[in-house]
C-alpha cells in the first residue's frame, strides 16, 4: 500500500528555534496533504492542508506565520515550527492521499516535537 | 457542537466480549466515514471504511453507518487485549479530497 514518510519522528528543540518536519509519499504524487497536531490525550486537530505549488490553507485559530508550510513537489510537504515555545509541544502528523486510490489518506508516523 | 463526536470512554470489556464504539457528525454532507486505532505515541492506523448506509464486515470488526441519523459505529468482535487502544472515528467531507476530521478517540481497554 501507499506509503507517507515523516521525519524527525521526534525532536527537542530549544524554545525560540525553528523546527522543520518533512512529510514525504513514497510510491504516490500528492498534491495534497494535510498537517495534523495532536496534544495528549486529545484528537488530530486539522491544522492546514497543504496545496502542491500554491499557498497553503489554515484552519481557523491556526497561525500561519507560526507554522509555515511548503509543498514545493507532489511528493515532499515541509512544516517549520517557527520560534517554537514550549507550548508547540505535541505530536504533528501528515498525511497525504493517493489520488490512485478510493480509499483513506496515508499517515506518516508523526513527529513528536518537544520545546524546552 | 462538535463536528465529531465520541465518548471519549475508556471502555472496558473482557476478552472474548463484543466492543461497542459510536460516533456521530454533524455535516450532513460528509461522505465518507473512517475507524482509526491509535496505540500510544503512534500515528492512526485504519481500521475500517465505510461510504454506505449498512454494515460493513471485515473480520472481527463491523462498521455501520446511518445518514439519515448521522450515525456510525464499530463492532469488535472476540475482543482481544491487543485491541486496547485509542480509536478514532473520522469524517471525510464531500469532496474527497483526504481532508478528515476527528473525533476525540474513544479508550477501549480489553481485560483478560
Known amino acids: 500500500g501507499a506509503v507517507v514518510s515523516q521525519h524527525p519522528s521526534w525532536v527537542i528543540c530549544k524554545s525560540g528555534t525553528s523546527v522543520k518536519i518533512e512529510c514525504r509519499s513514497l510510491?504516490?504524487?500528492?498534491?495534497?496533504m494535510f498537517w495534523y497536531r495532536q496534544f495528549p490525550k486529545q484528537s488530530l486537530m486539522l491544522m492546514a492542508t497543504s496545496n502542491e505549488g500554491s499557498k497553503a490553507t489554515y484552519e481557523q485559530g491556526v497561525e500561519k506565520d507560526k507554522f509555515l508550510i511548503n509543498h514545493a513537489s507532489l511528493t515532499l510537504s515541509t512544516l517549520t515550527v517557527t520560534s517554537a515555545h514550549p507550548e508547540d509541544s505535541s505530536f504533528y502528523i501528515c498525511?497525504?492521499?493517493?489520488?490512485?486510490?478510493?480509499?483513506?489518506?496515508?499517515f506518516g508516523q508523526g513527529t513528536r516535537l518537544t520545546v524546552v | 457542537q462538535k463536528e465529531v463526536e465520541q465518548n471519549s470512554g475508556p471502555l472496558s470489556v473482557p476478552e472474548g466480549a463484543i466492543a461497542s464504539l459510536n460516533c456521530t457528525y454533524s455535516d450532513r454532507g460528509s461522505q465518507s466515514f473512517f475507524w482509526y486505532r491509535q496505540y500510544s505515541g503512534k500515528s492512526p492506523e485504519l481500521i475500517m471504511f465505510?461510504?454506505?448506509?449498512g454494515d460493513k464486515e471485515d473480520g472481527r470488526f463491523t462498521a455501520q453507518l446511518n445518514k439519515a441519523s448521522q450515525y456510525v459505529s464499530l463492532l469488535i468482535r472476540d475482543s482481544q487485549p491487543s485491541d486496547s487502544a485509542t480509536y478514532l472515528c473520522?469524517?471525510?467531507?464531500?469532496?474527497?479530497?483526504?481532508?478528515?476530521?476527528f473525533g476525540q478517540g474513544t479508550t477501549l481497554q480489553v481485560k483478560p
Open positions: 473520522a469524517v471525510g467531507g464531500s469532496s474527497n479530497t483526504g481532508k478528515l476530521i
Open positions: 498525511s497525504a492521499r493517493d489520488p490512485g486510490s478510493s480509499t483513506e489518506a496515508f
Open positions: 465505510i461510504y454506505s448506509n
Open positions: 510510491d504516490f504524487q500528492a498534491t495534497t
